[in-house]
């Protein structure tokens, strides 16, 4: 795999397209970490990450020969890690039945934790959310998205993603309650 | 504005300078310190969000999912459904029938209730006799025994 690969996203697609695995490498290490990102903040877990990743990544490859260039590959990447991740919590889960580690969320995030332990209260809160609540919340906050690209990606209007936002919001504040006081 | 309009407008804000385009709320928190309270909180709350823990570091995947390209791919559910699909859909008419045949009255059969049940099940993917049975809120105590898988 070429260090500092300066081909383009188009090019690299095209020699996808044909079959070329060191151009499909060279994408793949240009882009884990977008997709990586988006996975892991919405799933919570790095195993989980790393699986939606490669799922990401295979749709990618298989599909190679139908990407449009006019379409952004990252942002093209992007919906796809969205879709995915969204997929991978709608489909029903088998509990674990030697009764795991509780799962994020279900701790009591109101307890006197100082302010550099807030964050961790803050991901058990985001994955208590809803996942659309949870996915609007990774794509505006944590990803930067604007409302019009977040809203794109989950197929829904601004104003519907600023309802959305608004409800995840109110609903990590109460979850967080007293520890927003902390200074 | 009232309380609840207000923190329906605060959890609307995404950044402190959105109060100003605000004027309703500005004021109505003003004079009141649960709001006022409210809204400190949900200035906290996008400062943490705004500066998230970092991720944390992921190997080069590419390694992997190349060794995966040549995996055969499994189209996961789609067979399977319509079968299933087509299963329950002969399950409910012969259940159908039976209710039909009960609600007039009608004592219905063993034998025929076998044979009901006995078509319904020929035609399911294996294995999913019970969870349809359990699906439909039927113990399979209530199914003749000659016709349990």
Redesign the interface.
């Known amino acids: 795999m070429p260090e500092g690969d300066e081909r383009s996203d188009i090019l690299l697609m095209e020699l996808t397209a044909s079959g070329d695995r060191e151009a499909f490498a060279s994408l793949i290490s240009r882009h884990q970490r977008l997709v990586l990102s988006v996975a892991y903040r919405f799933l919570g877990s790095r195993e989980e990450a790393e699986d939606a990743a490669q799922e990401v990544f295979l749709r990618l490859w298989r599909a190679a020969a139908k990407y449009r260039p006019e379409t952004a590959l990252a942002a093209y990447l992007r919906t796809l890690t969205v879709n995915h991740c969204l997929d991978v919590r709608r489909r029903p889960r088998l509990l674990a039945l030697d009764g795991g580690d509780d799962p994020p969320g279900q701790e009591d995030p109101s307890r006197d934790l100082e302010a550099s332990e807030r964050r961790g209260a803050l991901e058990a809160a985001l994955q208590s959310l809803a996942p659309a609540q949870r996915m609007a919340v990774v794509l505006f906050h944590l990803e930067g998205a604007s409302m019009k690209e977040a809203a794109r990606l989950l197929q829904i209007s601004p104003k519907a993603l600023e309802s959305l936002l608004g409800r995840a919001r109110a609903a990590l504040r109460e979850r967080l309650g007293s520890l927003l006081d902390a200074p | 504005m009232n309380c609840s309009s207000a ?2 407008r605060i ?2 804000l ?1 950044c402190k300078e959105d109060l100003t385009s605000e004027p309703g709320l500005a004021s109505h928190v003003e004079g009141c310190s649960p709001c006022a309270h ?1 809204l ?3 200035a ?3 400062s ?3 500066s ?2 970092p ?2 570091p ?1 190997p ?3 390694p ?3 060794a ?2 040549d995996e055969p ?1 499994v189209r996961r559910g789609t067979a399977w459904r319509w079968a299933a699909a087509a299963a329950f859909a002969v399950a409910a008419l012969a259940l159908g029938y039976i209710a039909g045949l009960r609600s007039t009255g009608t004592a219905v059969p063993q034998e025929s209730m076998a044979a009901a049940y006995q078509e319904a099940f020929a035609t399911m993917p294996q294995g999913t006799e019970l969870a349809y049975l359990e699906g439909a809120g039927m113990q399979a105590a209530a199914v003749p025994a000659s016709s349990r898988p």
């Open positions: 923190r329906d959890s609307r995404t409210a400190q909180r949900h906290r709350l996008l943490d969000l705004a998230p823990e991720l944390p992921f080069d995947l590419a992997r999912i190349l995966r390209l791919r």
